[in-house]
């Protein structure tokens, strides 16, 4: 079996330039790391091939490189064992009652944290503003373990998409400093729900906010505000718990 | 008013020197950055000076210096306007109801996203682990928003901290999947309260979960865990709930 020994060849320097947003589009392709995401992406369906220092197989092409090589596919350690390279996949639609917006979140880190609480809460489709943070950054997949490889996925205008979910009967909360806002234990989710995050640094924009039905604030002892992965999280748990307590 | 225009400059290179834990310990000094966090460190008092581009009065030294120098001084990106630099300060003690307790914490981001949500909902004691990430990463002090220098935060034996606390009657709680854990929702947290979170890839050990008075689980849809962070600040935010419809 062919081991590459050499950072200069070919399919390796391609690989690498996946780690630029730029490339991932143009491939549709995407590197993730490690035993469990990468058993996560086999069972998704999205798994192609496994690069690795020995013998790894998981029912894909599998090659094997040095060290060396695994280090310079790798964005995390000095010390990488296994790389995947994924498809970038049709997200599967299907019917859901809670829904995740997430409007121009800028951190890889808040993303991949808040897919994971999606995904662990029962919010099984994520829509995402076009100015997010992109889905294939190789800290987004790390820090969903592998969430986004289960839920449905879709870039989109928000505001339309308000009006369409408006539409569908769903209740769009947005989580804001407002006016109107209400504290999350007053909050009485509806079964069809729409929760709309914002920016790390400058929250919601007004034009979106009006167009929700309701403004959620968390209750807090002191500060102004929460991180938005945790603000977030509190409010899906919330949901999640009520719903649950309902059927 | 002198300029300071070069990297080699004794003073600078013994700044940047900070940015390592070991020095961090010898000179009990650390880097804050920006302006947030300077006007925080300023009135907690740790303020000592501040290396900026312009003037920037804020009663402590200011020295000016070009933007290669403050970039060297910079953690976090390629045009950093403010650098703060801080005194370990002695953590002030007051009674205070509820504590959190973080064994063994790694991630930078964690621990400070962690220091947060406990400032902001009302666990103003933080107990650390020995082998918890420095407090002083700049990680955790800019992913904390300054809340460090609100808590009462000392590093201590967990273990040994357990038995004094419960002497004290506080009630222990700990996050661990374990066969007497008790679903979030069930959970009655008392006024005296410790909540006990553990290793973002292991866990906590059962020698500490033992210890415990009570074991918590989250409520979840799918998948096994959330992030420590995600995790720690729901429970956080019930307590401070419950507290809240107590009083």
């Not at 991180?227 to 999640?240: D, R």
Request: negative net charge; contains cysteine.
């Amino acid at each position: 079996m062919e081991i590459i020994q050499s950072t200069a060849n070919k399919t390796i320097k391609n690989l690498v330039k996946l780690h630029q947003k730029k490339y991932r589009d143009i491939e549709n392709k995407y590197l993730i790391e490690g035993e469990h995401l990468i058993q996560e992406a086999k069972e998704a369906g999205v798994l192609k091939a496994v690069y690795s220092l020995s013998s790894y197989d998981v029912g894909v092409k599998n090659v094997l490189c040095s060290q060396e090589v695994l280090n310079k596919l790798s964005q995390q350690n000095s010390n990488a064992k296994l790389i995947g390279v994924c498809k970038k996949d049709e997200t599967p639609t299907f019917p859901c009652d809670h829904i995740l917006i997430l409007n121009d979140i800028q951190d890889p880190g808040n993303l991949g944290t808040l897919l994971r609480s999606a995904y662990s809460f029962g919010f099984q489709k994520v829509i995402l503003s076009e100015n997010c943070v992109d889905l294939y950054n190789s800290k987004v997949i790390q820090s969903s373990q592998g969430a986004l490889f289960h839920l449905q996925i879709q870039k989109r205008n928000i505001e339309q998409w308000i009006q369409e979910a408006k539409e569908e009967n769903y209740t769009v909360y947005a989580t804001a400093l407002h006016d109107h806002s209400k504290y999350l234990n007053e909050i009485c989710f509806q079964k069809k729900t729409a929760l709309i995050l914002g920016n790390e640094g400058c929250g919601l924009p007004l034009s979106l906010i009006e167009q929700c039905h309701e403004c959620i604030k968390i209750e807090m002892a002191a500060f102004e505000s929460l991180n938005v992965s945790i603000a977030g999280s509190i409010c899906m748990y919330k949901a999640f718990i009520q719903q649950d307590q309902t059927e």
